[in-house]
């Protein structure tokens, strides 16, 4: 019977036209084979090359927004990696692509600490109620800008997904533990 | 000429000009790699140029030694010798437009003091997002010249 429960879970993506969907421990390196495989995937199915190119601007957007600020996070030092004294870190979270006549759209998810919450909604409102034109110049008022204070980007990347946008990004917050928001981010093309 | 079209190493240069190279500065030379551009940095020659597709990890430190060398270079140098960068991107992710920006800026301050800088923005004619960020950026050009290049090939 346990199978039947995977079932469900692939039938539920199915239905939302999930093509790929990556949840886990998400680092750079699967970063970049996710976004490969995507590519390929896209350029079989002859998706017009601009249309293929704002979907993967926007996730890789996603994808290293819950790399870098996911709040479950492991990072350690494995045999191999001291070596070349590196470290090894994953974040957790989730990343899917789904396609339908009406087009392609990318989510991602991951926990935040939920003292954010409140100025993450602040920009994303910001972001979902400005047109075309206005996020152009924001992008380019922020390009010229220094970074934001505890932002390891220039908080460009949330621009960047809200510019390849056709339609305003959805977002939600729902509590998942004391003190941890799960943050979800939907952007179309 | 086109301010498009390539010029060799050393074309078009004024032999005073060019006898006036800065032989101290090392040349920077990177192949491409599958998420970072080639970068190629010739500061006695006056040619930086960046080609490829650019998402690296780290795009602060991918860029932070071209960043490094080239205001060492534009603030080393006298300001005679002109500077030739040619960008030809078909991707890149908000951290490395950052990068860009930043090295831009430098550009466009050493054109200020008195330094020719060309920048030739190099792009496939179909591409609307790299068509759209030469747009955005050349608005940031008072002095350097800034050339959008669409190509059909």
Known sequence: MWAEEYFRHKLWLNEKGIIFAFTGYLSEELLFSLGDALRKKMALEETDANVAKRVFSVFVEQAQNVIRYSADRVEGETAQSALSGQRVEFSSGLVAVANSENGFSVVCGNVIDAAHVERLRTRLDQLAAMDKNEIRSYYKEKLRAGPDEDSKGASLGLIEIARRSTRPIRYDFIEAAPGQAFYCLEAYV | ?153
């Not at chain 2, 800065?22 to 030379?29: G, N, R």
């Not at chain 2, 080393?76 to 990068?99: C, H, M, Q, W």
């Open chain 2, 1 to 153: 000429m086109s301010e498009c079209e390539v010029t060799a190493p050393g074309q078009g240069y004024p032999a005073a000009v060019s006898m006036r190279k800065d032989l101290s500065m090392p040349v920077i030379s990177q192949q491409a790699t599958e998420r970072s551009p080639e970068v190629e940095f010739d500061p006695s020659g006056g040619r930086l140029s960046l080609r490829g597709e650019s998402y690296p990890e780290d795009a602060a430190g991918f860029f932070g030694p071209l960043l490094g060398a080239l205001r060492e270079h534009l603030d080393g140098t006298d300001p005679e010798n002109r500077i030739e960068v040619d960008i030809e991107l078909s991707y890149f992710n908000s951290s490395s437009a950052k990068a860009l920006m930043n090295m831009f800026q430098l550009l466009e301050e050493a054109a200020a003091a008195g330094r020719s800088v060309h920048i030739a923005w190099r792009y496939h004619a179909d591409d609307d997002t790299m068509a759209e960020f030469g747009e955005d950026f050349s608005e940031d050009f008072e002095h350097a010249a800034f050339t959008l290049c669409p190509s059909e090939d």
